[in-house]
């Protein structure tokens, strides 16, 4: 089997289960090219609108969900309902600064925790994922 890390977007893309759509090559162009960093449907729509590209928020956002679903982006849950999609997948945590809107990584290895409550009865913990909120003082 071929490793995907030494394939093209649209090769990355069809090993991931993804069809390389136009859009789909588009936005991965954007944010699968070895860079870690941290976007929201919207930033990443305004980004795609600068470089010239039209394309629906509504694309951007679904296509997010599939390569998170994929496993190609991680979503991080910030609060209530808003998210910001993560390029590195590997397991890390979270610093997040509201002010800025911005997420830090941690290692994974910086937060040690000493127990975990029980799941419940027919569950099993599958991950456990830190955000610590930050502001300046």
Same mark, same amino acid.
């Given at each position: 089997?071929?490793?995907?890390?030494?394939?093209?977007?649209?090769?990355?893309?069809?090993?991931?289960? *993804?069809?390389?759509?136009?859009?789909? %090559?588009?936005?991965?162009?954007?944010?699968?090219?070895?860079?870690?960093?941290?976007?929201?449907?919207?930033?990443?729509?305004?980004?795609?609108?600068?470089?010239?590209?039209?394309?629906?928020?509504?694309?951007? /956002?679904?296509?997010?969900?599939?390569?998170?679903?994929?496993?190609?982006?991680?979503?991080?849950? %910030?609060?209530?309902? /808003?998210? *910001?999609?993560?390029?590195?997948?590997?397991?890390?945590?979270?610093? /997040?600064?509201?002010?800025?809107?911005?997420?830090?990584?941690?290692?994974?290895?910086?937060?040690? *925790?000493?127990?975990?409550?029980?799941?419940?009865?027919?569950?099993?913990?599958?991950?456990?994922?830190?955000?610590?909120?930050?502001?300046?003082?």
């Amino acid at each position: 089997m071929t490793d995907c890390d030494q394939m093209t977007l649209e090769d990355m893309l069809r090993c991931a289960g *993804l069809r390389p759509t136009r859009q789909r %090559v588009a936005i991965a162009r954007l944010l699968l090219d070895g860079r870690h960093r941290h976007v929201s449907a919207e930033s990443l729509s305004a980004e795609i609108r600068d470089s010239g590209v039209q394309m629906a928020d509504g694309t951007v /956002y679904n296509t997010l969900n599939q390569f998170t679903d994929a496993g190609l982006l991680r979503r991080v849950t %910030v609060h209530n309902e /808003y998210s *910001l999609f993560d390029t590195n997948v590997d397991h890390h945590h979270h610093f /997040y600064d509201a002010d800025a809107d911005r997420l830090i990584d941690i290692p994974a290895d910086h937060v040690v *925790l000493n127990s975990l409550p029980k799941a419940p009865d027919g569950h099993e913990i599958q991950s456990v994922d830190v955000t610590i909120n930050i502001r300046l003082r």
